[in-house]
């Protein structure tokens, strides 16, 4: 159930309300949409009070079924999109903001130079990871605090925003110092330790899917983050694991209509690992600006072949200029 008060409410008025649904066994979390506070009733039993009931509080504009497990994220609780701003950029606003760098942050140099090329063709974050969740422990790990510092310093010579990812909670104030949007990565989908520390800090989450979450584990997913209070989420479409194996993971596109059906929250396709392939991205990219993806994120390299972690699918940044220019009128016909 979704409780919309009425405009212009004074905090204590608020208070009240929410100590008297309490009393009525009912666990309320307020947030402002729009210009209205909504509650949202997220334990309790609902089935004891009704809707008449609730309806003629002096508080109350309007009460609206929710039937749905995810309360905070749904487009009951917010019909409107949620737009992030970060630095004055906008994710969620219609546009596709473009995310680029390289798999993992390698040497100072490699990433100031990813970052110079891909700012010039039309980039707004760089990616990069110093942290990487690799399948075998021989395998490089990333850079850690050091590459993050690199990254920030490229990122600020540039004029781009960074993301990166966080795979431990106890790293998570560490990667927020030096990123403007933290990365969960889709091996720590519902690492729900890690997620509802990511609810109560001030900085914006991207939440990749799982390997082989449905949308509603990812959706209840983002749900932890929201209801520990953090509303700054975009989830990441990456790739599903499927019976084909000719592509690593199955791109699932359908993805994007169904979350902006089911959510407010941005949306945006990972092309790179959800492919898995370089001649891939491309096109994938192009279908997802098509279909209303609010953001890409594209794995870059200056010498893609010699990446040092996932070489197969990283483009060259002359690639990624194509891509820019492609998107950028795909969204100007949709
Ligand atoms: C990444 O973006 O660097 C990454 C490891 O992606 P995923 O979690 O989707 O595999
Ligand atoms: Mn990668």
């Known amino acids: 159930m979704i409780i919309i008060l009425k405009k212009n409410l004074s905090a204590s008025a608020v208070d009240t309300i929410v100590e008297k649904l309490k009393s009525m066994q009912l666990e309320a979390v307020p947030q402002w949409v729009d210009e209205h ?19 003629k509080f002096p508080e109350v504009e309007k009460v609206l079924p929710c039937t749905s497990q995810f309360k905070l994220s749904s487009k009951t609780f917010k019909p409107t999109p949620t737009v992030i701003e970060i630095k004055g950029q906008k994710i969620g606003d219609g546009s596709c903001i473009m995310m680029a760098g390289p798999c993992s942050i390698e040497s100072e140099q490699q990433i100031h130079e990813i970052a110079a090329l891909v700012a010039k063709s039309g980039a707004q974050v760089l990616r990069g990871g110093a942290f990487k969740p690799r399948t075998s422990p021989y395998q490089f790990q990333g850079l850690g605090e050091a590459g993050l510092r690199y990254m ?7 004029d781009l925003l960074a993301i990166s990812e966080v795979m431990d909670v106890r790293d998570v104030s560490l990667v927020g110092e030096y990123v403007d949007i933290i990365q969960v990565g889709a091996r720590n989908m519902q690492n729900f330790s890690l997620l509802k520390e990511l609810g109560t800090i001030p ?16 959706l209840m997913a983002a749900e ?71 953001g890409l994120m594209i794995e870059v390299h200056t010498n893609p072949d010699q990446s040092i972690s996932d070489a197969k699918q990283a483009i060259h940044p002359k690639t990624f200029a194509k891509i820019v220019k492609k998107v950028q009128a795909i969204k100007v016909i949709e």
């Open 37 to 55: 506070i909504h509650l949202a009733i997220v334990r309790g039993e609902m089935e004891q009070v009704s809707f008449h009931e609730l309806a």
């Open 203 to 218: 900085k914006p989450v991207m939440l990749k899917r799982g390997l082989c979450a449905t949308y509603m584990e990812w």
């Open 152 to 158: 920030r310093t490229a990122a600020d010579a540039n």
């Open 224 to 294: 932890y983050i929201a209801s520990c209070g953090n509303n700054n989420i975009m989830l990441c479409e990456r790739g599903i694991r499927t019976f084909e194996t000719y592509t690593r993971n199955t791109l699932d596109l359908a993805a994007v209509p169904v979350l902006k059906d089911l959510t407010h929250f941005p949306v945006i396709v990972d092309p790179s690992h959800g492919t898995g392939l370089r001649a891939l991205v491309a096109p994938m990219s192009y279908a997802a600006a098509a279909i209303g993806a609010d």
